[in-house]
C-alpha cells in the first residue's frame, strides 16, 4: 500500500512548495487591486482598436465630412444677412439655399453610415468580449470559484462588457467629432473675431481643466458601481436558484431584505454618480451664459465701432454655438468613455487571471492512461498554515476500486480533488501513470477522467443532451449503448419526446434516481481511465438501485475507481479502503481485514449498520444485523 507504485519516484519532488491552488492563493488572485490609471487602460484599449483601425479611419473620414457639413448652414447666415436681406442680392439667395440643402442631406447620410458601421461593430465587439471572458473564466482554477460568487462571475461576463462599445461605437466619433467640430468652429471665430474668440477660449480651457478633474473623481464611482451590481447579481442568483431551500425554510422576507439592502447600495452609487454629473451639467451652463453674455456685450462694441457687420456677428452667434456644444457634451459623452474604462479595468482583470494549464511548468501531456494512481507523502493546506491532509500514501492499480471513508470533514473530498487535479499538493507528489499531475496538462488527463457525483448536475436541456455532454461527437449507437448500461431508456423511452425530453434546471423535472442514472450515462459514455463515484447510488431506492449496479459494475471494469463511501456496506468488495480522520489515513486494507481490527472502521459500520437497523429501512438499504457477525 505504499507510495512505491508504479512508476517509481523518477521526477518527483517532495517537499514542492504551494503552488498556489489553495483558497489562500486564490484570495490574493481575487484582492482588491489598486485602481488602474488610465495610462495603465490604453494598451487595453489599443488592443481593441488596433483590429479595427481600417474601420474606425473610414469612420473617422466620414466623421469629418459630416462636421464640415454641419457647419454650412452657419456659414451661410452672414451672406444672407449681408448680401441677400441687407445688399437686395436676390440672385445668391437659390445659391444659399441650394447649398444648405445639399450639406444636409450629406449630413443626414453620413450620419446614417456612422451609426450603422460603429453601432454594429461596438455589439460585435461585446460578443466577442463576452466569448473571450467566459473562455477564460472557464479556464481558471478551480480555487478561483471557491473565491468568486457564480452570480459576481456572470455579471463579469454580461454587464461589464457592455460599456466598451463606446470605444468602439458612436461615443468615441462623438468625442472625437465634438473636439474637431470645435477646432473647425475656432478656426473661423479667429477669423471672424480675434479679441471675442481668445476671450471665449480662455474661459472654455479653465472649463476643460474643471471637467479633466470631475472625471477623475467619477470613474472610480463607476468602477464601485461595477462591483456593487456584481454583488446584487450574484447572491440574486443564488437565491433564485435556491428558491426550494428559501421556500422550505419561510425565507422570503429574508432574502427580500438582503436584496434590498444591495439595492440600496446601488442607489446610493447612483445618487453619487448623478450628483457629480448633475453639478458637471451645471458648471457647462453657466459656461454657456458667461461666454453669451460676454459675447453680446463686446458683439455690440465691435459692430458700433464698425468692425462687425450685423451678418457677421449672427454667423459668430451661431459658430460660437457649434463650438462649445460640443465641448457640452463632452459631459455626457466622457461619462460614457469613463464607464466604459471602468468595465475595461473589470474585464482586464479577469483576464489577467493565470489559466491552469498556463503555467509552462505544465507542458506533460498524457496520450492514453493506463491508471496508476500514487499518493506519495502528500500533504495539503487551503490556507497556509491550516493543513487539511497529513502525509497520505497509497498506490491504487488499473481495474481496482478504492474506497475512502471517514467522518464528514476528514478529508476524503480534498484527496478526490487533488485526484481530479482541481488543487496542488502542498507537498509531496500525485502521480499518474508516474507522472506528476503538478506538471501535466490538466486538458490531457482530464478527457480521460470519469465523475459521477452525489448531488448530479444536469443542464437546463434534453436528456440526450445532457448524456452527451462528456462525449458531444459520439455515434447514436454509442449513446443509445451508454442510456441502455444504465437503464436511462426504460423512463426516458416513456416520455412523449422520449431523448429530447427537457429535463429543466438542474435536472428538476426528473427524479432522484432517474438524475444519478443519467449522469452514470454520462460517464459510461465518456470511457475514462480514471473514474470517481461520490456514492453514486445515494439518490436511488433499492428498485433503482438494482437495476444500475450491472451498469456501475459495467463502468468500472479495467478501470481505476475511487469511491468516496458513506454508505459502507456498498463497499465491501472495493479491493482497498481508506479509513481517513483528521487528514490522515488511520486503517487501509480489505472490508474483512478493517473489521477484523475492530477499529475505526469496525466503530463506523456497526453505528451506521444499527442506525440503518433503528430507522427500518427497506429491503437493501442496509445490512442486516445478522449478517455482521458472520463476517
Known sequence: MGSMGHGGMGGMRADRPARGTGRGVAAEMTAARPKPKLRKVMPEVWKLVKPRIGLLSASFAIMIVNRASGLILPASARYLIDDVMKAGNMGLLPKIVGAVALATLTQAATSYALTQLLSKAGQRLITELRMQVQAHIGRLPVAFYDENRTGTLVARIMTDVEGVRNLIGTGVIDFFGGVLTAIFAFCYLIHLSVQMTLVTFVILVVFALILQRAFKVIRPIFRERARINAEVTGRLTESLGGVRVVKGYHAEQVEADV???????????????????????????????????????????????????????????????????????????????????????????????PMEDSDPERSTMFPKIVGHVDFDNVSFEYEPGKPVLHNIEFHSAPGTVTALVGSSGSGKSTIISLICGFHTATSGSVMIDGIDLAFANLGSFRSQLGVVLQETFLFDGTIRENILFSRPHSTEEEFLTAAHIARVDEFAERFPDGYETIVGERGVKLSGGQRQRLSIARAILADPRILILDEATSSLDSESEAMIQNGLSYLMEGRTTFVIAHRLSTIRNADQILVVEKGRIVERGTHAELYALNGRYSELYNRQHGLEANLFLAPGEGDKIEEVAKI
Open 259 to 353: 436584496f434590498a439592502k444591495g439595492a440600496e447600495r446601488l442607489l446610493r452609487n447612483v445618487i453619487s454618480s448623478l450628483t457629480a454629473q448633475s453639478l458637471m451639467a451645471l458648471a457647462s451652463t453657466a459656461v454657456l451664459g458667461v461666454v453669451g453674455a460676454l459675447i453680446m456685450y463686446l458683439g455690440a462694441h465691435q459692430h458700433a465701432a464698425g468692425h462687425l457687420t450685423e451678418g457677421e456677428y449672427v454667423t459668430y452667434v451661431m459658430f460660437l454655438a457649434f463650438m462649445i456644444a460640443p465641448i457640452a457634451q463632452l459631459v455626457s459623452i466622457g461619462t460614457q468613455l469613463t464607464e466604459a474604462l471602468a468595465g475595461l479595468d473589470r474585464t482586464t482583470d479577469i483576464l489577467n487571471e
